[in-house]
């Protein structure tokens, strides 16, 4: 029974954490923001004047991706529910998108 209720433990902890992260690549319409995620921990945040790898945590829709250079500023983001969309700031809706 005890060898059961492992495995089934984790899998539920995994769900309430939001387990495996994201993947592939978000961005606007405009080309103005895009954030490409390259690891479970690693987005790659990307405008016009700026691109950089940061660590990002995902705790239910709140999408808080970190500043990258140590510093404390921390940028935060809401996942949608549908999962293939994520709202920035001044209302910036960055798409999934698809090959």
């Not at 984790?10 to 978000?26: E, I």
């Amino acid at each position: 029974m005890r060898k059961r209720a492992i495995p089934l433990f984790a899998a539920v902890l995994l769900t309430a954490c939001g387990g495996g992260g994201l993947s592939g690549t978000y961005a606007d319409t405009e080309g103005l923001m895009s954030l490409e995620f390259t690891s479970s921990s690693k987005v790659r945040f990307t405008t016009p004047s700026d691109s950089r790898t940061v660590p990002y945590k995902l705790k239910g829709q709140a999408l808080t991706l970190g500043n990258g250079d140590g510093g404390s500023g921390e940028l935060i983001l809401t996942l949608r529910p549908d999962r293939q969309s994520i709202e920035g700031p001044l209302g910036i809706i960055l798409t999934q998108q698809h090959p």
